[in-house]
């Protein structure tokens, strides 16, 4: 099946820097790509929806001046927490649909101190 | 507005026992459906998947689905479980601009 890795898995910053995380098709073009927020024991929270060449498509709540995404590719979008703090610590997941079926990266657990 | 609910937060069961979970959904039209499992610390896993056609619906490791649109549900069945199948599983509706929507999730434990 198609392949979506996520890069990094684990990140751990301090206060008040910004963290990029990448989200990749490995094996199949996705002009569309989601990112998704996960707090401890609970499910998953649409952030955005990043589209390829065009702005992305935030959900309701969410900062987009804290979350930027970048979709450059049809292989490559990016999320970047900038000027995180300790509650931007949470687990991200991105997803890639490819046809019928959405393929999920394997997630960054983000860790601000 | 597009919706699912997993009422059960945890469930357990012991090994070698059937399982079944519950999912309902609000949609206006035909929905896609998903099953998700997610170990610790991971990512998902997609166990099945329904569009159309035969509404009972033949997954990975064993797992099946039933998509009912009289009761709004797409609950996810296994005839025995193994203690490997411990783990969080979602269920997902996929919106019409793509965006797949997620349950709650179910915390399965399994009993030795």
């Known amino acids: 099946g198609a392949v979506v890795s996520q890069h990094p898995s684990r990140v751990i910053c301090k206060s008040g820097t910004s963290v990029k995380i990448e989200c990749r098709s490995l094996d199949f073009q996705a002009t569309t790509m989601f990112w998704y927020r996960q707090f401890p024991k609970k499910s998953l929270m649409l952030m955005a929806t990043?589209?390829?060449?065009?702005?992305?498509?935030?959900e309701q709540g969410v900062e987009k001046d804290k979350f930027l995404i970048n979709h450059a590719s049809l292989t490559l979008s990016t999320l970047t927490v900038t000027s995180a703090h300790p509650e931007d610590s949470s687990f991200y997941i991105c997803?890639?649909?490819?046809?019928?079926?959405?393929?999920f990266g394997q997630g960054t657990r983000l860790t601000v101190v | 507005a597009q919706s699912v609910t997993q009422p059960d937060i945890h469930i357990t069961v012991s090994e070698g026992a059937s399982l079944e979970l519950r999912c309902n959904y609000s949609?206006?039209?035909?929905?896609?459906l998903f099953w998700y499992v997610q170990s610790p610390g991971q990512g998902l896993q997609l166990l099945l998947k329904y569009f159309s056609g035969d509404t009972l619906v033949q997954g990975i490791k064993g797992f099946e689905a039933e998509f009912k649109r009289s009761q709004s549900s797409f609950n996810l069945r296994k005839p025995s479980v193994h203690w490997s199948d411990a783990a969080e599983y979602f269920c997902?509706?996929?919106?019409?601009?793509?965006?797949?929507?997620f349950g709650k999730g179910t915390r399965l434990h399994i009993l030795p």
């Open positions: 949609y206006g039209a035909t929905p896609y």
């Open positions: 990043s589209n390829e060449g065009s702005k992305a498509t935030y």
């Open positions: 997803s890639a649909r490819a046809t019928t079926e959405a393929f």
């Open positions: 997902a509706v996929a919106r019409i601009d793509d965006k797949i929507i």
